[in-house]
């Protein structure tokens, strides 16, 4: 019932930027936050960003100065604008939004995820 369209990924060098953006449809009443993930081989999954229902945003250390997440709640998307891209930021970036569906049925899902490379 939920769909997230991710995309903004690929290759770039290092101190190149992307952006990435994840857009939410389907029977969705809200959205109380949305965020950003990723895994690299070997790793497990992090939080890279988040931003909740009333705009607070909160960042990994890694990351702090160099991404900047932000929504446009009309449209139900979310953005990750990843700046000074190091090689360390390599791996798959996942999307997540959490909200109530129409019946006022909570929800928590993931995107398809989008490859993030970074060469030196």
């Known amino acids: 019932q939920v769909q997230l369209v991710e995309s903004g990924g690929g290759l770039v060098q290092a101190g190149g930027s992307l952006r990435l953006s994840c857009a939410a449809s389907g029977s969705i009443l809200s959205i109380n936050a949305m965020a950003w993930y990723r895994q690299a081989p070997g790793k497990q999954r992090e939080l890279v960003a988040s931003i909740t229902s009333g705009g607070t945003t909160r960042y990994a250390d890694s990351v702090k100065g160099r991404f900047t997440i932000s929504r446009d709640n009309a449209k139900k998307t979310v953005y990750l604008q990843a700046n000074s891209l190091k090689p360390e930021d390599t791996a798959v970036y996942y999307c997540?939004?959490?909200?109530?569906?129409?019946?006022?049925?909570?929800?928590?899902?993931w995107g398809q995820g989008t490859q993030v490379t970074v060469s030196s």
């Open positions: 997540n939004v959490e909200g109530a569906l129409i019946g006022l049925r909570s929800f928590s899902h």
